[in-house]
């Protein structure tokens, strides 16, 4: 199976905004990301991103995919959660992730990918994308849909819905007709780490989608004590991860929620993002 990669970078600065990634570093114009010919499927989104630390918030992040070269239209993913106790400092880095997905494309059409800051002005964040075509599906796979939401936790043992996508504001929760199951989940969640304290966090999947009840899912935690005098605290991020095989059969054209639990201490507001990848 030959494979190509496509990459785009760029910046987000500005919250729940949709920011097209257009660079590669000291490409300034690369031009349009077109399909390569040949190439049937992106079988895998490789995502790495990050904050820039200048303001005591917190925030998720995700990327969009979008155009001509995506017959089944728009998809999204989760790829980060972060926050900062304070303004003044942090130094930090995030490897990438590889989304494994089977997303069919059109050849010599265009891609277009973009960068979302959600929830609250961090300041900035970074993005870098790079697409894998490849020329089949692995063996065994299916066609994927995917499905993000985000929201900010704003206290412990209490469950809070994420209804919300960015710059899109109403999601359909409503389950894709071609479907049968949640193949996989991506995931991204942190605290502000503004109070001391620590928390773990889950994720809980229910609704009349799904078929055998909810499903609740360990997704994190997050710490935070007050450091000495003078110095600056350490900030919280996350690049997203990835559960695959989770088999959460659904029922199509149903209707499912979203939603992300923290237990334990209040480290402050809570950020999340979530992808379901249907298949």
């Known amino acids: 199976m030959a494979k190509l990669f496509r990459t785009r970078e760029g910046d987000a600065t500005a919250v729940d905004t949709r920011t097209q990634l257009t ?4 490409e300034t114009a690369p031009g349009p990301l077109l399909v390569p010919q040949s190439m049937k499927f992106i079988t895998g989104v490789i995502v790495s991103s990050i904050q820039n630390m200048a303001a005591a918030t917190g925030f998720s992040g995700l990327v969009r ?16 959660a972060g926050g900062n106790a304070v303004a003044t ?8 992730v590889r989304i494994p997905v ?10 277009l990918i973009f ?3 959600c929830g609250t002005d961090v300041g900035g964040v970074g993005f870098v994308v790079t697409l894998e075509f490849s020329t089949q599906m692995e063996a065994g796979g299916s066609v994927n849909k995917t499905f993000t939401v985000e929201g900010d936790i704003g206290t412990v043992d209490s469950k809070t819905l994420l209804t919300t996508q960015g710059s899109v504001t109403a999601p359909s929760p ?16 942190s605290s502000e780490g503004l109070a001391d304290g620590k928390q773990v966090w889950f994720l809980r999947l229910g609704g009349n989608a799904v078929q055998n009840g909810e499903q609740v899912i360990a997704v994190g935690s997050s710490g935070r004590i007050a450091v000495q005098s003078g110095s600056d605290a350490a900030a919280q991020h996350m ?25 334990g201490d209040d480290t402050g507001t809570g950020h999340a993002v979530v992808t379901l990848i249907y298949a």
């Open 23 to 26: 660079t590669v570093g000291s």
């Open 65 to 80: 995919l979008e155009g001509p070269g995506l017959p089944n239209g728009p998809e999204t993913f989760a790829a980060v």
């Open 89 to 96: 400092g942090g130094n930090a880095s995030n490897s990438t």
């Open 102 to 111: 089977n997303l069919p494309v059109t050849p010599a059409n265009e891609i």
């Open 115 to 117: 960068g979302e800051m």
């Open 174 to 189: 409503v389950v894709p007709s071609t479907v049968k199951k949640i193949d996989k989940i991506v995931f991204a969640v």
């Open 239 to 263: 690049i997203s991860q990835v559960l695959n095989d989770v088999d959460i059969a659904v029922s199509p054209s149903d209707t499912l929620t979203v939603a992300i639990e923290g237990a």
